[in-house]
């Protein structure tokens, strides 16, 4: 026997641990599971009738019993732009009464407005916005959750929001990881002279980024008329001499190549990916890149979906992500995501659950840590109201989180 376990979960109807090893089907699950953790990292999976003759529970441990409902990894959530100031209701209201972006941005909307909002933010102002975004986040069962800089858009601005993500990593449950951004888009004081812009970001905000390690990664918005290949390609190799790992957002609105350059570099994941070349699919195949695909920002937007099978037919491993912005997906809601990426993109039940909760922790280099429930990983579990895991999709547009435990701590309902 394994003693002084100090959080054992009992009951699971079906414990999803997305390790086949470890459970039936291409989840693993089992039926009847439990699951043992000592100091927030598991040490034992298996059946409910055997956890206690397996394991010992410490004088002050926790037992949880799941009742019959179904257990699995929390999600994570590996594209969110969720650190801002302002929203944006009204361009909301515009876009469906059929105003352009050229319109919305005419009348002080879109991105240059969460901008302006968010240099006009202080630190403190950022985390308390961002501590509300992250509580909706947790109560619907993120657990681990990518967050980027890029509304400063100076280098005191980019910092002071990646200092926020610092602030909100510790006491906040969910697990935040910082991603430079700098390069979302050109401000306005660098129009007509992006080159001038990209001197910026490689000379001056990456190397206070890296400096300070205020981020892990470093990502670019590759696009006709934003940054070029060759614009994000200096900017991801000047991250990566700062120790920040690739990634990017990459052929969203036309074919740029992006894809290809996400291989070229060894990029975690490309993100979007609408308009990706049969040969960029390929290259990220061959260079074991995730691809990140964000149905929630099509179904806001009103515009076509990313081709999933495409790159699930070709051997990519594709994860999901909500891309929580104020702009183009508002929702912190990944049970959502996965509801429209098997109604609308062709992904199975059992592939969505996996994009959502192991492949978005591939997306973010930290598969041996998070995204399943097996032993030496975070005991990062949801408990979902619902008798199967069919059901997470299939009953849509209702939150069926019950509990959230984060390393092994029931932190949702808060107690
Ligand atoms: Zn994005």
Redesign the pocket.
């Known amino acids: 026997m394994t003693p002084g376990a100090d959080f054992i979960l009992t009951g699971a109807g079906e414990l999803v641990t997305l390790d086949p090893a470890l459970g039936e089907g291409p989840l693993g699950v089992i039926r009847g599971g439990a699951l043992a953790a000592v100091e927030g990292k598991i040490v034992w999976v298996g059946k409910t009738s055997q956890v206690h003759k397996a394991v010992g529970l410490h004088g002050d441990g926790r037992e949880l019993d799941a009742q019959g409902r179904v257990v699995m990894p929390g999600f994570v959530d590996s ?1 969110t ?1 969720c650190i801002f100031a302002g929203s944006r209701e009204k361009e909301f209201a515009q876009r469906i009464a059929g105003a352009t972006y050229q319109e919305i941005a005419a009348a002080g909307g879109g991105i240059l407005s969460t901008v302006e909002a968010t240099r006009d933010a202080t630190t403190d102002e950022l985390v308390a916005f961002a501590t509300r975004r992250l509580d909706l986040v947790l109560q619907h069962g993120t657990t681990t959750l990518e967050a ?1 800089s890029g509304y400063g858009l100076t280098t005191a601005d980019e910092v002071k929001i990646l200092e926020a993500i610092r602030l909100l990593q510790d006491p906040h449950p969910v697990e935040v990881h910082a991603t430079f951004c700098g390069a979302h888009e050109v401000p306005p004081e660098f129009r007509g002279n992006t080159g001038g812009y990209v001197d910026l970001v490689v000379d001056e905000m990456i190397p206070a980024v890296g400096q300070r390690r205020l981020a892990e990664y470093c990502d670019v918005f590759c696009e006709q008329g934003v940054f070029s290949v060759e614009q994000s390609r200096r900017i991801l190799r000047a991250g990566l001499e700062h120790g920040l790992q690739p990634k990017l ?1 990459a052929d969203e609105f036309s074919a740029t190549g992006g894809a290809e350059l996400a291989a070229e570099v060894g990029a975690l994941s490309a ?1 979007h990916l609408l308009h990706a070349r049969p040969e960029g699919i390929r290259a990220m195949r061959e260079a074991g890149v995730t691809a990140t695909l964000l149905p929630g920002t099509a179904f806001f937007l009103g515009l076509p979906y990313a081709p999933a099978r495409a790159f699930l037919d070709a051997g990519v491993r594709v994860a999901l992500a909500t ?1 929580f ?1 104020p702009g183009s997906s508002y929702t912190p809601n990944m049970q959502l995501i996965v509801t429209l990426a098997c109604t609308q993109m062709r992904m199975t039940v059992e592939e969505a659950i996996q994009a959502a909760t192991l492949n978005g922790a591939y997306a973010l280099g930290l598969q041996a840590q998070v995204g399943a429930l097996a032993p030496d990983r975070w005991c990062d579990l949801i408990v979902l109201d619902v008798p199967s895991y069919y059901h997470v999709p299939y009953l849509y547009g209702v939150n069926h989180v019950r509990s959230v435990v984060k390393a092994g701590q029931l932190v949702w309902p808060r107690e």
Do not use: I
């Open positions: 594209h732009h980027k957002h993100d891309d912005n």
